[in-house]
């Protein structure tokens, strides 16, 4: 018969056990149940509701079943239906009557509530490192661009030249918003909802502040209803992992072109890389796909958890029980994609030559011949008109319009001199986008001092954050 048989005459059903049963999924958590619980019988023992000696007994057991776990010496039944009841079974059976008095004052609604805070701490805080080891890797990758100029693109056109450099630093600064979304999710699970027991608190004069400093808690929620059936902590880890990995998907996208025939920007190293099974010349970027693939499985873990709470009521209810599941994958996932983009990033071989070659179609100057006319009084709507009718002059010559004779442009506008010819190098392009945030070089520089800023603050920021019961692998 289950702990929480007592009411009940005959055992559940098998299948039912099974269905119900969450223990293939939350004993993941085992560290954060058996911290929870050592915290809760210490302070339960200092409060004099159970005897120091019994406190000390459950903290050698919990600590000797951590252990075991740890290496894998641990049997889980299934009939324990959650890794709370597995372990608190257990430790009733090495230690005796001091195990049954663990679960004084507390119920498994706010037991489970403190599990998931402490594992959502846990797996924020791995991947904000991983996010920064990425930004650390794209910084490098910009760094060693030097002034190699690729085609910007719109529209997967052609459109203007930019430093290669500039178009890493976009994505580094994509996850910079990552990773303050994590930081958010980080924040927003430091709460402890310890003490708040099934819904409305309990009759035992239970020391919240105690557990939740015990545990590392920032503050203890308030309310001990929204304690127990909050799982708004959730939601903003899934979203930020969501959108992190939309953006490696975009990246990842990249890659996959970027590597092609067609394109052939980058190498792939030969480690992040695959082959045919027929085609004995293929060189496939399997990883990138995967990564842009497993994108649509973290996106659906925070759909998942959305309809799940979306018609709840107050207070606990059993559909929570899938909130784990998903978010577990979610992290993991999206940790595994973090390290394979950081080794595709660090390991590629970028094509300069490629890329210049490539830049002589699509008339890239094209804006900037535009600008010429402006800067001598045209207005710029006439000049584009102009302009537009010089790269349609270009395309029947089949040519780009930097390859037009000086005769094609005097004979478009009599404001052209023999000066266009100096607008029309790309390099000079390039150099000549000086607003902030542009492509220039001197801009790209200061790019590059920024990011490179804003990882130290953010590793400095990490390293102060509340301590985490970091994630278990004996389970």
Request: charged residues 25%.
């Amino acid at each position: 018969m289950a702990l929480w048989g007592g009411r009940f005459e005959e055992n559940v059903a098998e299948a039912t056990q099974e269905f119900g049963a969450s223990l293939p999924v939350d004993r993941a958590l085992y560290r954060q149940d058996i911290a929870g619980s050592i915290a809760h019988a210490q302070m339960l023992a200092h409060q004099g509701i159970i005897s120091e000696e019994d406190a000390r007994a459950i903290e050698r057991g919990l600590t000797e079943i951590e252990r075991d776990i740890d290496q894998g010496n641990f049997a889980f039944d299934i009939n324990d239906e959650d890794i709370h009841m597995a372990i608190e079974a257990e430790l009733t059976r090495r230690i005796g009557e001091a195990g049954a008095r663990l679960h004084t004052g507390r119920s498994r609604n706010d037991q489970v509530a403190t599990d998931t805070r402490l594992a959502a701490k846990a797996l924020a805080r791995e991947l904000m490192q991983a996010n920064l080891g990425l930004r650390r890797a794209l910084v490098a990758a910009a760094e060693d661009a030097g002034d190699t100029v690729l085609p910007g693109m719109t529209h997967l056109q052609h459109a203007q030249p930019v430093l290669f450099a500039h178009h890493l630093l976009a994505y580094a600064w994509m996850l910079a918003r990552d990773y303050t979304r994590l930081a958010a999710a980080f924040d927003a699970a430091d709460a402890s909802p310890l003490g708040a027991a099934a819904l409305a608190g309990t009759s035992y004069p239970l020391d919240r502040g105690e557990t939740a400093r015990a545990l590392g808690f920032a503050r203890v929620i308030e309310n001990s209803m929204d304690a127990v059936s909050d799982r708004d902590f959730l939601l903003d880890l899934e979203y930020a992992c969501s959108v992190m990995a939309v953006h490696l998907s975009r990246l990842s996208e990249e890659i996959v072109l970027w590597s092609s025939q067609e394109f052939g920007f980058i190498a792939l190293s030969d480690a992040f890389s695959t082959g045919s099974s027929i085609m004995p010349q293929k060189k496939n970027p399997d990883f990138a796909e995967l990564i842009r693939g497993k994108t649509g499985r973290v996106v659906g873990d925070l759909v998942q958890l959305l309809v799940t709470v979306k018609g709840l009521p107050l207070a606990y209810n059993k559909d929570l029980q899938e909130d784990k599941e998903g978010a577990l994958d979610a992290a993991h996932t999206l940790l595994s994609c973090l390290g394979v983009m950081r080794g595709m990033v660090s390991t590629w071989t970028v094509r300069p030559d490629r890329m210049r070659a490539v830049m002589h179609r699509g008339h890239l100057a094209a804006t900037d011949v535009a600008d010429y006319l402006a800067k001598r009084g045209m207005p710029f709507r006439e000049a584009h008109a102009v302009v537009g009718r010089l790269v349609l002059e270009a395309e029947k010559r089949g040519v780009d319009i930097a390859d037009l004779p000086l005769e094609a442009f005097r004979a478009a506008s009599p404001l052209f001199e023999e000066d266009i010819v100096g607008a029309l190098d790309l390099d000079a392009v390039v150099a000549a986008r000086t607003t902030r945030g542009g492509t220039a070089p001197v801009r790209v520089a200061e790019q590059l001092r920024c990011v490179t800023e804003g990882i130290e603050a953010d590793e400095a920021a990490l390293g102060a954050l509340t301590p985490v019961v970091e994630m278990g692998a004996g389970a």
